[in-house]
């Protein structure tokens, strides 16, 4: 979110408009936690993981009475438009605000699940899937030193975007995702064929959503059926969210808040900037909250196969 960060406030002093800070999200326009940003604000901020303005989920600002206080802080402070980088909470809360006051509000996507609607990809989601790998790659090592099943357990509430790509790039044996079902007896028996084949380490990449439940539960389930593997459990968690930004991240980034800052000079409110086919587009807010991101089925298809 810092190279988007940067990326706005650069564009908009390029277009010789003045652009404010806020800080710890929407609680800090109710707090009027606001400061005036310029090229030096926003200097060396490019490596940087997460957003040195701050976030902060708030329960306040989902009351018409702290969209109100907000609202009278920006018009206090002579703001014109606001953007906002974030998922579909973000959003859900920039739209109805939009609505309720008449403010332009354009939408960065800022979410390492990648699913939202209107981009191919999302800020931190490439990054995320590195840092995936990476542990994925250290896992392996021990696995195939002790001939143990790994379950790894990535990011993916209600998307496999980050298990499918890891799967791929970490030689995954199986991939769980919520947009497809497994049951404990499929799973044992791709276990049961690797170990057959004489595979020195069986990786199983869980995205946190899928419908047989987290990585321990799967282990458990398992060790029921079947005694003979030695299994292991490793939770990535919020070590995904961390950590210096990709090159991809850092690229799409600065390309999503310029396009930003130039979609609201030309009259543009309520959408997402996003990018499909490596080209600019605009998507409603409301129809990049509510549209359901497919899986991509040939990525799925393609660990499926070399799986084997």
Known sequence: MNAAIRAVVRTGIFYHIEVVGVHLGYDGLIDNEMELLNVRSVANILSRGGTFLKSARSERFRTPEGRSRAFENIKNANIDALVVIG??????????????????VIGIPGTIDNDLAGSDYTIGFDTACNTAVEAIDKIRDTASSHERVFFIEVMGRDAGFIAVNAA????AG??????????????????QSGAAKKKASNLVIVSEGN??????????????????FDIRVTVLGHLQRGGSPSNSDRVLASRLGVAAVE???????????????????LTPINEAVKLEKPLIDEEFRIAKILSI
């Open 87 to 104: 998922g579909d909470g973000s959003f859900t809360g920039a739209d109805i605000f939009s609505q309720e006051h008449d403010l332009p």
């Open 168 to 171: 791929i790039s970490g030689g």
């Open 174 to 191: 199986a991939v769980m995702v919520p947009e497809h079902d497994w049951t404990i007896d499929s799973l044992i028996e791709k276990l």
């Open 211 to 228: 419908s047989l439940g987290n990585a321990y539960k799967i282990a458990k389930l398992v060790r029921k059926k079947i005694d003979h």
């Open 263 to 281: 979609a609201l000079m030309k009259g543009k409110s309520k959408v997402m900037v996003g990018i499909i086919n490596k080209a600019l587009v």
